[in-house]
């Protein structure tokens, strides 16, 4: 069969004065693309009746399926669902079932009785079938416009995208002729994309049942793995075949699956280890103790850390000789090591990473250019230490400085590592 | 005279796909609206010609003017400037002008002669007006199709920035009357849109001369005012004194202006002063060492700081005692008050800012739920402290917590500071 023809429709005058940015669109290509549904067109108009009117006219006579955000609240500059009855030339009605859930869940909340006005929100086009809201109180509906079926949906990220998970991709796979889906994100670091999509090319061409995608999330490359079949046992079988062999093939890049951060993988593994990591950062000024500690639970594993900017705090709170950094720079092997050694010492964690490094724009010398990093680790039984060179601007560097240190942890708690 | 009808178009497959969001929309929206050009529709379609063609020539029979985002390139997939040229019946040709800038160019950067292929970026459309691209090889034009302007951008967002700033923006402005535009962005912190906008709607109203907009960068909110006029004499007068009256109703609030962040604007009072700071930080793991030192310059004010994100290392890091932990909680006035002064001891700077508190989401207890916060500023002449309570998850309560910190920083030195 050939792939239904979808698009996607943004309503809201703050998308178009540039008040906030449009995300639901990136959302939905995101989950429509391993579903084989490659977005055809994104229309974005203002709150205008007749601009909203007319972009449903004009995607209801190309596409198959469409999802519109935006538009479904209580308030006055809320069109979306009279412009859809308009466009539908039907009448609007007002759902009971609906009205009873806002009644109920109004109840749930206070104790004075649900103000008339609010029953505006049960107000959809006669022909509409409600699909609901787990979370919030205007309900998504779909509605047939022309050729095309339509997904109307609140515009809020929050309900938006839980309303596209639960409630309109299971309708949109069924159109796919599958209606089961099973998918795993692989996540890798260390490996370009180019290399990435040539090291599982040879598993790709042979396995046409699971679809493989390719995202950058700087410094991170990810694979995601996509089985659609008719039954879940084919789906999962077919996944886990193809995701074993991918896993061989990305050993040393692959780090994770399923939405883990890199920092939280390493301590992760730390914290069933009954390990604990503490860092000294100068270049990258608390952003590697941010990283190990912006994920829930973080205190298993880390103890947090020094930021020795200045080289005096170098020497007062890591106790790093001054003749040290006189000596060999602050940006230097002895100085790193002297760095981790004194941390471990001070803070009494299992490990200390350290980082010393020039992120730029200015600071660069012709021995020492932009980008000159030395990373150390010290543990139970001594320290090592590593010279990288990162090229980008200064948030770039300071990004892949804190991730060549967790790598060299990564290393050190036994992990092969490839470079590519 | 109306306002010109302005639409935006943007190309790319990737964007269909999810794998990069679309940041080009947002951008030219806020640098058009206070022009008083609201964009009406923008329309995203993937690298098929018949999209791209199909979505140029609806937009040439609606819109007075259109940017285009995309395609430009060398490369298979950048069709942009052949669709342009068929949708407005011309034949493509070779711009001799635009061909010698890009051997130029080549020579410049290596030794061997520009390869014949490279020759195509400077095919336009016949009747193109080639407006150039300070940053790369594939040059912006203007072209006319059905009755509306079009502009074709490159779409990386680099050199599609400053084309639209340097070549875009001016053509727009003459289009709406004037010929000169003022701009200036009021940055506050502490006080919500809504109030923000009730404390300037008096000067707004009496002076429609300049327009005012509003723009939230959690937890801050701007106010951004712009005066167009026929001469700069003109429009640089009425800026003026628009802004004159706005930092007076915003005094309290407002810290800077034009791009600084609000880490910034105290460090760099802190240079002045030729004081520094160190921070001492749990909950927030690095986050306020991070905003202090991401600018470039930073090591003139910001020495650094200690992450105590366990009681252990607030304990040997910075001297707190256990017994006022065991005591009180690391969750405290009393603990607060001594990484602050720890701190400072420690690293020999002007200041020391300590936060300790509950970023989320576990955690809290009935006394000390999520968001409750500890601030604390040590300096040479003692310490002072202060409770907070943020709401929000578990990055904004940390952000807030920053802010706070910075915010009591401000008051030490001397600012006049108000709750709204």
Request: proline share 5%; with cysteine; glycine share 10%.
């Amino acid at each position: 069969m050939t792939a239904p023809l979808v698009e996607f429709i943004v309503t809201g005058d703050e998308v178009m004065r540039g008040t906030i940015a449009d995300t639901n669109t990136q959302f939905i290509a995101q989950r429509l693309y391993p579903l084989g549904l490659t977005l055809r067109r994104t229309t974005v108009v203002g709150d205008r009746s007749e601009d909203i009117r007319g972009a449903l006219l004009e995607t209801g006579s190309r596409a198959d399926f469409c999802v519109v955000s935006g538009g479904l609240g209580p308030t006055s500059d809320d069109l979306t669902a009279a412009c859809a009855a308009e466009a539908a030339s039907v009448p609007m009605r007002r759902d009971r079932v609906w009205l009873d859930h806002l009644r109920r869940r109004w109840a749930a909340r206070r104790s004075e009785p649900m103000p008339a006005n609010n029953e505006r929100q049960a107000d959809v086009p006669e022909t509409a079938e409600v699909l609901g809201n787990p979370d919030g109180s205007a309900p998504a509906f779909a509605l047939r416009i022309g050729r095309c079926l339509f997904f109307f949906l609140p515009g809020v990220p929050r309900e938006y995208r839980r309303i596209v998970e639960e409630l309109v991709l299971p309708r949109l796979l069924q159109a796919t002729g599958a209606s089961v889906l099973r998918m795993r994100v692989l996540q890798c670091y260390g490996v370009t994309e180019s290399r990435l999509d040539e090291l599982v090319s040879s598993i790709r061409d042979g396995h046409p049942e699971v679809r493989f995608g390719f995202r950058t999330k700087f410094p991170e490359n990810h694979l995601s793995l996509v089985a659609l079949a008719a039954d879940a046992a084919t789906a999962e079988a077919n996944l886990a075949r193809v995701e074993a062999e991918c896993r061989e093939a990305l050993a040393g890049y692959l780090y994770g699956s399923d939405g883990v951060t890199f920092a939280q993988a390493v301590g992760q593994e730390l914290a069933a280890r009954g390990e604990t990591i503490c860092c000294a950062e100068s270049c990258t000024g608390g952003l590697l103790d941010d990283l190990l500690t912006e994920a829930p639970g973080s205190s298993a594993w880390a103890a947090g850390g020094f930021v020795t900017y200045s080289n005096e705090l170098k020497e007062r709170a890591l106790g790093v000789p001054r003749d040290l950094i006189d000596r060999y720079g602050a940006v230097s092997e002895p100085v790193a090591l002297a760095m981790a050694e004194g941390a471990r010492a001070r803070s009494g964690t299992s490990w200390a990473l350290a980082i010393t490094g020039i992120a730029g724009p200015s600071g660069g010398t012709p021995e020492k250019p932009v980008g000159t990093v030395w990373l150390a680790l010290a543990g139970r039984d001594g320290a090592r230490s590593r010279s990288a060179f990162y090229r980008g601007d200064r948030g770039q560097i300071r990004l892949q400085s804190a991730y060549g240190a967790l790598q060299l942890l990564r290393e050190a708690l036994g992990h092969r590592v490839r470079s590519s």
